[in-house]
């Protein structure tokens, strides 16, 4: 149980600045535990909350409140753009900048320009994909605050971590940890940013 201080006592302890905390970390050891308490968490009012695990946890996103990803709708509109540009690029090419008729066939006809349009589809859909995720994500990141927890190594191998930011509105460093605790949490500590 962490001494009853207040903020500044935390940061000072910690030897932080008066803006350098992170989060409030409290691990389980239980992806159904995790689940549950996010929801707990979410329920008491925090908004700014995360969740690491070793592998894709079913109903955290909902529980913690994580809106669903718009890098679907992004790809969607690249594809869009693709099969357009290929339709257009063909259209253009045969019919408006070098028209030739070889063999009695149209300038421009859809069933032959399937290939070059299904290609452009998948390769703009494709590179959007890769680089929508990255921007999306912030990638590359090589480092991250949540890295300063003293057992961070253990959400790639067989624990489970709920995150309180300290950015969310209902934050106080002792107020959360004691309500991470009481959700379940095993182990709690304040993290350093």
């Known amino acids: 149980m962490l001494p009853k201080m207040n903020i500044e006592q935390v940061k000072d302890k910690l030897g932080i600045g008066a803006d350098k905390i992170y989060a409030v970390m409290g691990e389980f050891s239980d992806p159904h535990d995790l689940v549950k308490a996010g929801r707990k968490i979410r329920e008491m009012g925090y908004t700014k909350l995360d969740a690491m695990s070793p592998f894709p946890v079913h109903g955290i996103d909902a529980a913690i409140g994580i809106p669903y990803s718009r890098l679907g709708w992004i790809v969607v509109t690249a594809a869009i753009v693709g099969l357009l540009t290929a339709q257009g690029l063909q259209y253009y090419v045969g019919v408006i900048n070098y028209p030739l008729v070889i063999g009695g066939k149209p300038l421009f006809d859809f069933t032959f320009s399937i290939p070059v349009t299904f290609e452009l589809t998948v390769l703009f859909s494709s590179i959007t994909a890769v680089i929508g995720m990255l921007a999306l994500n912030g990638l590359p990141r090589l480092y991250h605050p949540s890295m300063n927890y003293k ?43």
């Open 151 to 193: 057992r961070a190594h253990r959400a790639t191998d067989d624990r489970f971590l709920l995150v309180i930011e300290a950015n969310d509105p209902q934050f106080d460093a002792q107020k959360s940890a004691a309500d991470l605790r009481s959700v379940g949490a095993s182990e709690v500590e304040v993290v350093a940013g």
